[in-house]
């Protein structure tokens, strides 16, 4: 039997160690390569593009030639106001890329030696980063999986036998059940969509699959609609999982890393952010044959090429 990928030593190219070990320096050299890519690091002004620019090293800023606004490396990104050194947040993305089904915030907390709360927007600020890769061209083609997985609305049994209601009833119901809808290409990759009904998937897949694909899906009624648009396979999971080649397979490990996720690391997740969870695990599923220091070195990219969040922002203000 072949080895998996995460026990190689192909999946380990990057370590807290060596982080920590380059030192402040080393990491903030890698978000100026980060943001200024073309340039091999050397500033670029983000507001008028002037390539001269003054280096104001004792405090880690520059300042325009042409227009003498002054900047730095986080400016206009999703970094922006930031207060971490730069070694603890290429720490963050270090933690956040080795955990395959993803990191507590109270571990995160500990490890960066910040506050919860700190590490609960730093990290969403990263799945924000995440999801701009995730959504980039959302039209997919081939063979496309479709499969929705409920999540949250969890409701207590009363402790007494006599006062326990029945849970499936709607009137029972607490309102922050939700259905997470993904669209996966077969050895391609995955979309996911936070609904309220997993029939809202048939509108989905009608907006972000190409007509020359092909589908998959299960035997719920809802997909009956599907075959109206494309050639669609369908297997009865009460029966089996895969019929000759007929399965929703890849759709099924996406959801099985997102329960993980939510189930065994997070344990709860509010329905206001589930989007973020389950385009955290679609991006560590797409990549998931790319090693550690891959992962860190493309977040960090992405990171450093979003904009200012306007979820986040203000969060410490109650603003979010």
Same mark, same amino acid.
């Given at each position: 039997? #072949?080895?998996?990928?995460?026990?190689?030593?192909?999946?380990?190219?990057?370590?807290?160690?060596?982080?920590? /070990?380059a030192g402040e320096d080393a990491a903030y050299q890698t978000f100026c390569k980060m943001r200024w890519p073309e340039t091999d690091g050397q500033a670029v002004f983000p507001r008028c593009g002037c390539c001269e620019?003054?280096?104001?090293? @004792?405090?880690?800023?520059?300042?325009?030639?042409?227009?003498?606004?002054?900047?730095?490396? @986080?400016?206009?990104?999703?970094?922006?106001?930031? /207060?971490?050194?730069?070694?603890?947040?290429?720490?963050?993305?270090?933690?956040?890329?080795? #955990?395959?089904?993803?990191?507590?915030?109270?571990?995160?907390?500990?490890?960066?030696?910040?506050?919860?709360? @700190?590490?609960?927007?730093? #990290? +969403? /600020?990263?799945?924000?980063?995440?999801?701009?890769?995730?959504?980039?061209?959302?039209?997919?083609?081939?063979?496309?999986?479709?499969?929705?997985?409920?999540?949250?609305?969890?409701?207590?049994? #009363?402790?007494?036998?006599?006062?326990?209601?029945?849970?499936?009833?709607?009137?029972?119901?607490?309102?922050?059940?939700? *259905?997470?809808?993904?669209?996966?290409?077969?050895?391609?990759?995955?979309?996911?969509? *936070?609904?309220?009904?997993?029939?809202?998937?048939?509108?989905?897949?009608?907006?972000?699959?190409?007509?020359?694909?092909?589908?998959?899906?299960?035997?719920?009624?809802?997909?009956?609609?599907? +075959?109206?648009?494309?050639?669609?396979?369908?297997?009865?999971?009460?029966?089996?999982?895969?019929?000759?080649?007929?399965?929703?397979?890849?759709?099924?490990?996406?959801?099985?890393?997102?329960?993980?996720? *939510?189930?065994? $690391?997070?344990? +709860?997740?509010?329905?206001?952010?589930?989007? $973020?969870?389950?385009?955290?695990?679609?991006?560590?599923?797409?990549?998931?044959?790319?090693?550690?220091?891959?992962?860190?070195?493309?977040?960090?990219?992405?990171?450093?090429?979003?904009?200012?969040?306007?979820?986040?922002?203000?969060?410490?203000?109650?603003?979010?």
């Open positions: 039997m #072949a080895q998996h990928f995460l026990l190689s030593a192909a999946s380990r190219t990057l370590s807290l160690r060596q982080i920590y /070990k620019t003054y280096d104001i090293a @004792t405090r880690r800023k520059f300042k325009c030639k042409a227009c003498h606004h002054q900047f730095s490396v @986080t400016s206009g990104t999703i970094f922006a106001s930031r /207060k971490m050194d730069f070694v603890d947040l290429l720490a963050a993305i270090c933690i956040l890329v080795n #955990a395959s089904k993803g990191v507590s915030m109270v571990q995160l907390s500990r490890d960066l030696d910040c506050q919860y709360k @700190t590490a609960f927007v730093l #990290a +969403h /600020k990263l799945r924000e980063a995440m999801a701009q890769e995730v959504h980039t061209g959302e039209v997919l083609d081939g063979h496309v999986e479709i499969d929705g997985a409920y999540f949250g609305g969890h409701i207590r049994p #009363a402790n007494e036998k006599a006062e326990r209601v029945d849970r499936r009833r709607k009137e029972h119901q607490t309102g922050k059940r939700r *259905v997470v809808v993904v669209l996966r290409e077969r050895k391609g990759r995955a979309l996911p969509f *936070v609904t309220m009904a997993e029939a809202e998937g048939v509108d989905l897949a009608k907006e972000h699959v190409s007509r020359t694909a092909t589908m998959s899906a299960d035997e719920a009624s809802h997909w009956d609609l599907l +075959h109206a648009g494309w050639p669609v396979d369908r297997v009865n999971h009460s029966i089996c999982y895969s019929d000759h080649g007929k399965h929703t397979n890849m759709a099924e490990s996406y959801f099985s890393r997102l329960r993980r996720m *939510v189930v065994g $690391q997070h344990h +709860h997740v509010s329905p206001r952010y589930l989007h $973020q969870y389950a385009n955290h695990a679609a991006w560590l599923e797409d990549k998931r044959r790319v090693s550690n220091g891959g992962l860190a070195i493309t977040l960090a990219a992405n990171a450093m090429g979003a904009p200012v969040s306007r979820t986040w922002a203000g969060y410490w203000q109650r603003a979010a």
